[in-house]
């Protein structure tokens, strides 16, 4: 087992990630590229991350309208705070620096979240 | 661990065994000074603070191992001298007590400790009275003690010290075992409330999360059974079709919008939406065996519709509508080559068939947006139950093959168009961009394509032509247009379609994840935000492991990358590692393929 790529004990996986569907992603973006092998997990684990965040985010936004369905402006506020954040970590430097504005979003969510109710 | 639930459960709610037990180890301590105190001193009303005090003070440890002893002091009142024993005795016997009456303990525990403190408090001084009285007062009460520990147990958990109390003085002066299944029933029953209490979380939130509550797909089935079944029947029953619409209509109203424009639904357009859309939801899986079955069918009836000769006028009439299909189904066997002869059983199943394609087809108009069709208001007079299988089944199609919508509305448009023009071509629009969706989305998808009938692949070269050019055309205009254009679009649409059904799959993945991570419920067009955001991140994403292995000089993505990406993004920083959120997120099988471990035999796995 030690040596198997596979999983080999139990086949049975919750939350399995989709690896053949993440390979094929990326092929169609980047054809010329290759993927290494466990690439696609981390990729997937990625992919859970921000959408566990982006659901964080909603969730909030949601909160803040006082709303007991998420909308579709929630998720669009989310994805901008998101995309944002993301396209500054990537230009940006300073990881700490990138750390506190999530922090200071997060936090002025929270608090308008704990004051509105 | 043990106090420190139990400080805290002294605080918020009954005693459990460890309670007493800490409290046993606390009494031999303190007993003597402080219970003789706290006995003398009105025990009543130190068990009336006690309970609100200990909800109310913090859970320290000394407070609440005081507030313990008090209360319990005040059942041990008469037992002080017999201090020596209890120590001794009563952890034993606390857990005997436990393992006897661990099935006492009743399912009230967590109201119980929800009770407010008024009532436990007047009913615990009572009892305290009693038990301070006269033990075997209290033997009586304790005797039942299913009932009498429900009753208690409802009160609240002072009721619950008391008995716990009791039960040590009982223990104390050698009770028979009937208090001490009771006071077992109440630590037991204390314990199964604290577990109570420790499950119960779980449950509030799932009830209180209905937007996790999985849309039960169960119609589906039945409608593709029934669907099945009456496509067998031969009974032709155009009218009332709006049953079998509204059963989809529930389960799908929601789905449609999900789907964009759906090829050849323009005549049906006009009709409610909302119960095509329910149509068109259906699963792909039915669609598939709906498919062929129309198709099968519609082959067969072609030749017997053109005996019913019913075409009336185009597109306008809602009946001729219908019609219009059942001719035009004619039309296209003749004119197609493939030989389907299923052999359906009725004539009338085949028109119905056809009409239900129609509708199938006109449906994914339908939920094209494509409003103010007159398709769907003669198809729901003609259309029975099969027919809006049928309908769902092609529209399911459709629909996964129309991600986009472009296709649909290319179709629509060209439905539109053509319906006006003949009605044979028309009556083959239907069919064929039903059969062309189906055909189409089969083709991309080599699985399905595999198992579509000649007549499916005949339907292709029609349909792609009206699938390629968006426009809204209806579905009677697409048989002109597709017939003369059918070779060149047929190359394109494979290419996109392919590329939708799987993408749509793979991200819905992960958009039941964020509906799973939202724990709210949310609207279909949120949903839809979502995938585009996923879509997004997507090309971000491949963006970003390109530029850095490109810097690395690699044309391979390693994990390096990805772990550089990582941390860019503020998820892997010095306090959190890469290894962390494998351990974290992912299942064990691919922490195993991930992380390297060492093995036996001096090798280490995955290799380094």
């Known amino acids: 087992m030690a040596f198997s790529t596979t999983v080999s004990q139990r086949k049975h996986i919750k939350r399995k990630a989709p690896r053949g569907f993440l390979k094929r992603v990326f092929k169609r973006q980047k054809p010329h590229l290759r993927l290494e092998t466990s690439g696609d997990l981390l990729v997937h684990l990625n992919c859970l991350l921000f959408?566990?965040?982006?659901?964080?985010?909603?969730?909030?936004?949601?909160?803040?309208n006082k709303c007991g369905v998420i909308k579709k402006e929630h998720v669009q506020a989310a994805a901008k705070v998101?995309?944002?954040?993301?396209?500054?970590?990537?230009?940006?430097?300073?990881?700490?620096?990138?750390?506190?504005?999530?922090?200071?979003?997060?936090?002025?969510?929270?608090?308008?979240?704990y004051f509105r109710w | 661990m043990a106090e420190a639930m139990a400080d805290s459960y002294n605080g918020d709610s009954e005693p459990t065994t460890r309670t007493l037990l800490r409290r046993v180890l606390d009494t031999a301590d303190t007993r003597t000074p402080r219970r003789r105190r706290s006995a003398r001193v009105g025990a009543q009303k130190a068990l009336l603070e006690t309970p609100s005090s200990r909800r109310l003070s913090s859970p320290t440890k000394m407070n609440v191992r005081r507030h313990s002893h008090r209360v319990r002091s005040i059942g041990r009142l008469a037992h002080v001298h017999t201090s020596g024993n209890v120590e001794e005795q009563t952890p034993r016997t606390l857990l005997k007590n436990i393992l006897l009456?661990?099935?006492?303990?009743?399912?009230?525990?967590?109201?119980?400790?929800?009770?407010?403190?008024p009532t436990p408090q007047v009913v615990q001084s009572s009892r305290r009275d009693s038990s301070r009285?006269?033990?075997?007062?209290?033997?009586?009460?304790?005797?039942?003690?299913?009932?009498?520990?429900?009753?208690?147990?409802?009160?609240?958990?002072?009721?619950q010290r008391l008995r716990l109390s009791v039960f040590q003085q009982g223990m104390d002066q050698g009770l028979p075992l009937s208090q001490e299944p009771r006071g077992n029933a109440s630590a037991s029953s204390l314990?199964?409330?604290?577990?109570?209490?420790?499950?119960?979380?779980?449950?509030?939130?799932?009830?209180?999360?209905p937007g996790l509550a999985r849309r039960p797909p169960t119609r589906r089935a039945v409608d593709v059974g029934a669907f099945l079944q009456d496509l067998r029947d031969t009974s032709l029953a155009l009218a009332?079709?709006?049953?079998?619409?509204?059963?989809?209509?529930?389960?799908?109203?929601?789905?449609?919008?999900l789907e964009d424009t759906q090829p050849f639904s323009q005549p049906l357009v006009g009709r409610s939406p909302s119960g095509y859309h329910s149509l068109t939801c259906l699963s792909h899986t039915e669609v598939e065996d709906a498919e062929r079955a129309v198709s099968l069918r519609t082959q067969s009836s072609g030749p017997r519709l053109q005996n019913h000769s019913l075409y009336v006028c185009p597109a306008e009439s809602p009946g001729c509508w219908f019609l219009l299909h059942v001719r035009a189904e004619s039309v296209l066997d003749q004119d197609t080559p493939n030989k389907y002869h299923p052999g359906k059983p009725a004539e009338l199943l085949a028109g119905k068939a056809k009409k239900v394609d129609a509708?199938?087809?006109?449906?994914?108009?339908?939920?094209?947006?494509?409003?103010?069709?007159?398709?769907?208001?003669?198809?729901?007079?003609?259309v029975d139950e099969e027919a809006e299988e049928r309908m769902e089944e092609s529209l399911s199609v459709s629909e996964v093959m129309d991600t986009t919508g472009t296709q649909g509305s290319v179709r629509t448009e060209k439905s539109k168009r053509h319906r006006e023009m003949s009605e044979a071509v028309e009556a083959k629009e239907p069919e064929g961009s039903s059969g062309d969706e189906d055909i189409s989305g089969r083709r991309a998808s080599p699985e399905l394509a595999s198992s579509t009938t000649e007549f499916l692949q005949a339907r292709q070269p029609q349909f792609l032509e009206p699938a390629l050019p968006p426009s809204t055309a209806v579905l009677s205009s697409e048989p002109l247009e597709p017939l003369p254009t059918r070779l060149p679009p047929r190359a394109r649409t494979p290419g996109p379609r392919p590329r939708q059904d799987p993408h749509k799959t793979g991200l819905s993945h992960y958009v039941k994840l964020f509906s799973f991570y939202a724990k709210m419920p949310m609207e279909k067009k949120a949903l839809e935000m979502v995938e585009k955001c996923l879509d997004k991140y997507f090309q971000h994403l491949c963006d970003d492991l390109e530029v850095f292995a490109a810097h690395a000089g690699r044309k391979t993505v390693k994990p390096e990358d990805l772990e550089l990406l990582m941390r860019r993004q503020g998820l892997v920083n010095d306090q959190v590692s890469l290894h962390v959120l494998v351990e974290r997120y992912l299942p064990l099988e691919y922490r195993q393929l991930l992380i390297p471990c060492a093995f036996s035999g001096n090798s280490v796995f995955p290799a380094q």
């Not at chain 2, 303990?105 to 400790?113: A, F, Y």
């Not at chain 2, 009285?133 to 009721?159: F, I, N, V, Y």
Request: proline share 9%; glycine share 4%.
């Open chain 1, 82 to 113: 998101k995309v944002r954040l993301k396209s500054l970590k990537s230009v940006c430097n300073s990881k700490e620096e990138q750390r506190l504005e999530v922090k200071e979003h997060i936090f002025e969510n929270y608090m308008m979240y």
């Open chain 2, 133 to 159: 009285g006269s033990l075997e007062l209290q033997l009586p009460e304790l005797e039942p003690p299913t009932t009498l520990a429900l009753g208690l147990l409802a009160p609240g958990r002072r009721k």
């Open chain 2, 191 to 209: 314990t199964s409330s604290l577990n109570l209490t420790f499950a119960t979380p779980l449950q509030p939130q799932s009830v209180q999360r």
């Open chain 1, 51 to 64: 959408v566990h965040r982006l659901a964080e985010e909603t969730r909030m936004n949601a909160f803040e």
């Open chain 2, 101 to 117: 009456t661990a099935p006492e303990s009743s399912i009230m525990r967590p109201e119980s400790v929800v009770k407010p403190v």
């Open chain 2, 240 to 257: 009332s079709p709006g049953d079998s619409l509204r059963t989809p209509v529930a389960t799908l109203p929601a789905d449609t919008v």
């Open chain 2, 359 to 382: 509708h199938a087809v006109s449906f994914p108009n339908n939920s094209s947006a494509i409003s103010g069709e007159d398709g769907v208001e003669p198809l729901q007079d003609g």
